[in-house]
């Protein structure tokens, strides 16, 4: 299999060989056996939602670990063959996973978790997409909605904990609030800056029963009139960092401003042959400082000449 990375409009399979003509057969093929029989004989539930959500948002593969309050969504999984899940060993692994997954692909990574011990066992791999900026949805479960706070089996705060380290998280009691939570959520974690988004859904928001419908790009922006990420930079910042010099290999100034000299330090580039001109006539030169105090007070009219005196 070989995936492009930084394209995330190319759709890849799972197929050996992939983007040949057999390959491409076999495709059309196990898809068209996938949408068979999909009309479902049952009611439509919050877990039908979450998987309707996740493959209008283009997930179609998924990291996680089975657990008592996600139950629900692992039972009507069989009905969604399109979503591919990885059943990983730990729950910090199917974070990492889907970390990975979102760098070589350039699509959003999904991983998901149960509550309590499950759902901390994500952290780490949510904090590594904050720091490094990777767009990914957590997923966990949670207690019912009538036993939140009240120290229930496995119950946790995953949202104050994953709060300092997500763009946004929700916490989702009501089965109708899913279509607009997921979308939001996916939203959020590609638009501006890319990072993880946490959604925390209820047990019994899994079970209930909904004619939800999901929304449409338009509705997902105006439901988001806080969410406006500025996508033209600094204006004093170059356009390209193509364009931002190297220290040492360009004769033009850094756009960067640069600290203030250290005691006994010379302002001197790293090509060592440089030197900074500031517009101030003189300054005040602290070579001869010592722990003390310094031993000598003189003007200097350069840092240059300065630093010729001090070596």
């Known amino acids: ?6 394209d995330p409009a190319t759709r890849r399979s799972h197929v050996p060989n992939d983007g040949t003509a057999e390959a ?13 029989g999909r009309e479902l004989k049952r009611t439509r539930i919050g877990a039908d939602v979450l998987c309707e ?15 008592g309050v996600i139950l629900p969504l692992y039972d009507i999984l069989g009905d969604y063959p399109e979503l591919r899940h990885v059943l990983v060993r730990h729950e910090q692994g199917g974070a990492h996973a889907a970390d990975g997954y979102a760098r070589v ?34 997923i966990t479960g949670n207690v019912p909605s009538a036993l939140i706070g009240k120290d229930a089996f496995q119950e946790i705060d995953i949202n104050g ?9 929700y916490l989702v009691r009501d089965a109708d609030d899913l279509p607009r ?68 290999t360009s004769s033009s100034p850094s756009p960067r401003r640069p600290r203030s000299p250290s005691p006994g330090r010379s302002w001197v580039s ?10 101030t006539a003189t300054w005040a030169c602290t070579a001869g400082s010592t722990s003390i105090g310094p031993s000598r007070a003189r003007t200097c009219s350069s840092p240059s000449a300065c630093a010729s005196t001090t070596g």
């Open 181 to 248: 939570v997921v979308a939001e959520a996916f939203h959020i974690a590609r638009s501006g800056r890319p990072g993880p988004v946490h959604i925390d859904i209820t047990k019994d928001a899994l079970q209930q029963e909904t004619r939800a419908t999901h929304p449409t790009e338009d509705e997902i922006v105006a439901g988001l009139p806080g969410f406006r990420p500025n996508m033209d930079g600094h204006p004093r910042w170059p356009a390209t960092a193509s364009s931002t010099p190297r220290h040492g």
């Open 270 to 279: 790293a090509s060592s042959t440089r030197r900074t001109r500031w517009p």
């Open 53 to 67: 959500a996740l493959l209008r948002q283009g997930v179609d593969v998924f990291f996680s670990y089975p657990g």
């Open 105 to 138: 692909t350039g699509r959003v990574g999904v991983c998901m978790g149960t509550s309590g011990p499950g759902a901390t066992n994500l952290v780490t791999g949510i904090g590594t997409a904050l720091l490094d900026s990777v767009p990914m949805v957590a």
């Open 161 to 169: 904990i994953t709060l300092p380290m997500t763009k946004h998280n």
């Open 1 to 6: 299999m070989t995936i492009a990375k930084g």
């Open 24 to 36: 491409a057969a076999i495709e059309r093929a196990r898809k068209g056996m996938l949408h068979e």
